[in-house]
Every structure is written in C-alpha cells, then in structure tokens.
C-alpha cells in the first residue's frame, strides 16, 4: 500500500512537472505557422452554425495584412451574415449549400483604379490611372483569409468570380458594386462539418534551381 501511494506521488509529480516545465509549452511559432499552412482546406460543407463578429474582425485585419503593390490597398470586403440574403442571393446556385450553410459569406472585391502622381513629377496633382494589380494583391488579401480561417478551426473555401463576366456581373449588382470595383472572389466561411480533408500537394518535379 505505502509503495502504490509512493507510485502515485510520483505519476502526479511528473504531470505537473510535465504540465508546468515543457508538456503544455507552446508550439514554436515558425512550426505552427507551416502546420496552418499545411492543413489548409477547402471546406464546403458547413454545420449552419455561426460565426461571432470578433471572429470575422480576426480573419479580415489578416486578409489586409497582405502585401500590396505600391501599399495601395485596393481590396474591399462586402460580408453578408444576412442568411435571408445570403438565401436570395445564392439559394438557386447549384451549389447552394455551401454559402446557405455558412455562417458568413465574404465578397473580396477590388479597386481597379489608383489615384497617384506621375513619376518624376511630386509637385503635380494626382492622377486617376488603372490599377494593374489589383487582382494580385486582392488574391494575396484571400489567402491571407483563408490561413487566417483555418487558424480559428473554422472552414472556407474560395470561390471563383473574376474573371467570369455572368457571376460577375450577378454579384455586381446582388451586392450594388460602384463603377471601378470588381468582385474577384466569393467566399464562404463556417464552422466544418469534418467531411473536407487538406490534399497533399507536395511534388518535387515542379521545383526547378537555377534554370529550367
């Protein structure tokens, strides 16, 4: 009896120990952040069950923590939690589902026109010119989203607008888009229903050094 009651003092002595001293310590960050990465999936089946505005707030200060050329920001996020509206809107798409089922639905959209200075010229006034990278940087803006999803525990997966003249134009007007704002992708987020899996998409013949 005294050698069990030693045994056991020992067991708890190493949990603690365990618990205080490394077993619950934090993953490193760097190892972390890859492992996000990793697990990343497209999710399209939803549990209906909702999402909180600190959530959302989390996952949209990521997406515009993206990069963007020449810091101009052009992403815009139209976010429906409206399940009415997300029923009128997208309730007859062949896949419905996925976006009914959603606890929310975030547009990315994007200024295709900068207001800037020509080169060489700082004392002359702005000028409106054609933003050639809005599309780059409004996609960097959605994988940033995505990460930032898949970190929270919840699912989305990206859905293609642009460059799709109908869907495009649907969403245009579903969503009252003004002139020089494009709708690049349509996004819903949720919490999963476990039935999407990350793929394993690992392949070295697609890295090249030096040269082709």
């Known amino acids: ?23 619950n310590k934090e993953a490193n960050p760097g ?7 990793m697990n990343r999936k497209s999710v399209r089946n939803f549990t209906g069950e909702s999402i909180t505005q600190e959530q959302l707030e989390t996952i949209l200060k990521a997406a515009m923590a993206a990069p963007t050329a020449m ?12 399940h009415l509206r997300i029923e009128q809107i997208f309730g007859q798409d062949r896949q419905g589902s996925m976006f009914t ?5 975030v547009v990315v959209c994007g200024k295709t026109s900068m207001m800037r200075k020509p080169f060489g010229q700082p004392e002359a006034e702005p000028q409106e010119v ?6 780059e940087d409004c996609s960097a803006a959605t994988e940033n989203l995505l990460l930032a999803v ?3 525990g919840l699912g989305a997966v990206w859905t293609a607008c642009y460059p799709i003249e109908p869907r495009m134009n649907m969403m245009k007007d579903a969503l009252d888009l003004p002139e020089g704002v494009l709708p690049l992708a349509i996004v819903p987020i949720g919490h999963p229903a476990g ?3 990350p793929k394993d998409k690992w392949n070295p013949e697609k890295i090249h050094y030096n040269r082709w």
């Open 130 to 135: 054609p933003n050639e990278f809005w599309f």
């Open 31 to 37: 190892e972390a952040a890859i492992a996000n990465i």
């Open 195 to 197: 039935e999407d899996q």
């Open 71 to 82: 810091n101009f920001q052009p992403w815009e996020f139209v976010v429906l939690t409206d």
């Open 150 to 152: 898949e970190a929270q």
């Open 1 to 23: 009896m005294r050698k069990l009651f030693f045994i056991s003092l020992i067991v708890v002595a190493s949990l603690l120990v365990s618990s205080c001293c490394g077993g």
């Open 101 to 105: 089922n959603a606890g929310a639905v």
